[in-house]
């Protein structure tokens, strides 16, 4: 499967399925983000559970999904999995770049965000009683 980034916005279908999909993939980043905040548990251990899961998902369509399944049909739609998540990592790396300029960028921002707030409530200041 294609980043739908990739498909053409001259047809109104494609535009329905871009806007839906990127609908989806922002409301399960925010439940996970959220999930992560209540369980305390890191953005690399989510990552892994989410290929577990991914990886599960795929089996369940395809048991489900097919007349009649097998083995060989199944590690054969594995396959094809494995080559679609080959595509979107190909696609990540060619946006490397920009990605980690924005990810400084927004670091940096947030640090500005906390020395003013810092500097708001009173913090970095000498207390009275330190004279």
């Known amino acids: ?3 739908p980034d990739d ?3 001259d047809d109104p279908a494609t535009d329905a399925f871009v ?3 990127e609908r989806h993939r922002d409301a399960i980043y ?3 983000c959220d999930y992560m905040d209540d369980e305390d548990i890191t953005e690399a251990y989510v990552a892994q559970l989410l ?3 991914t990886i599960r998902m795929r089996m369940t ?3 489900l999904g097919v007349e009649s399944p097998s083995v ?3 590690k054969l739609d594995l396959d094809r999995l494995r080559d679609e998540v080959g595509v979107f990592l190909r696609e990540a790396k060619k946006g490397a770049e920009a990605y980690i300029a924005h990810v400084k960028d927004m670091r940096a921002r947030a640090d500005l965000e906390a020395e003013e707030e810092d500097e ?8 009275p009683e330190s004279h």
């Open 30 to 32: 925010d439940f996970i």
């Open 19 to 21: 806007e839906d999909f």
């Open 72 to 74: 060989a049909g199944l």
């Open 1 to 3: 499967m294609s980043n």
């Open 51 to 53: 290929i577990d899961a």
């Open 61 to 63: 369509a395809y048991g």
């Open 120 to 127: 708001k409530n009173g913090e970095g200041e000498e207390s």
């Open 7 to 9: 498909l053409s916005d």
